[in-house]
């Protein structure tokens, strides 16, 4: 009997199929992979700019204005706080500016004129407490209002729905010095 050199049709099929499913199963792998480098990617971005917003909040407190060096008083309410900061301009000095933070739909944001700076996102509250007296005996007041004086720190409380989830957080912000 002759045995001719070859493969047949059948063991053809079958190394067809087998390269399919190697290619099914290697895409599943590279796409989920990829899935979660992007998520991966969005994570870190709105860490970082989460990260940013606290610094730039952190810093504006800092510069906060009152009195005769101030654009206008510190308004601060439950929900919002307006107020003067010395902000650095793209030519490299300090303008005195007036900030307003509010939420703004689902946002947290800063004004300054007509631009708007987004610090958190999404939200669904955002309420405010001034430090009156430090200490352990801490007395914090809901209203903020003077021409001439600031609180000596910020209290911002921010609550988000994702979900079923229930995120809060609290940042605690010291403004610029007294006197």
């Given amino acids: 009997m002759s045995r001719r050199a070859g493969f047949t049709l059948i063991e053809v099929l079958v190394a067809v199929l087998l390269t399919g499913v190697v290619a099914l199963v290697a895409h599943g792998l590279f796409s989920a992979a990829t899935d979660g480098l992007?998520?991966?990617?969005?994570?870190?971005?709105?860490?970082?700019?989460?990260m940013n917003a606290r610094r730039w909040l952190s810093a504006a407190m800092l510069s906060a204005e009152a009195g005769q060096g101030g654009d206008g008083p510190f308004e601060g309410r439950p929900n919002s706080a307006t107020f003067s900061v010395l902000i650095a301009t793209p030519h490299g000095w300090s303008e005195l500016r007036?900030?307003?933070?509010?939420?703004?739909?689902?946002?947290?944001?800063?004004?300054v004129g007509a631009e708007a700076l987004t610090l958190a996102e999404p939200v669904d509250s955002v309420e405010f407490d001034y430090l009156v007296e430090p200490g352990?005996?801490?007395r914090w007041a809901t209203t903020w209002i003077s021409p001439v004086s600031?609180?000596?720190?910020?209290?911002?409380?921010?609550?988000?729905?994702l979900g079923e989830r229930v995120i809060a957080d609290t940042a605690l912000y010291l403004v610029k010095a007294r006197g």
């Avoid at 992007?38 to 989460?50: E, F, H, I, S, T």
Wanted: hydrophobic share 50%.
């Fill in 98 to 111: 007036t900030v307003r933070l509010a939420q703004s739909g689902d946002r947290f944001r800063a004004t």
């Fill in 136 to 138: 352990a005996d801490a």
């Fill in 38 to 50: 992007r998520a991966v990617d969005r994570a870190d971005l709105a860490l970082a700019r989460d």
């Fill in 150 to 161: 600031l609180p000596l720190a910020i209290r911002v409380r921010t609550m988000s729905h």
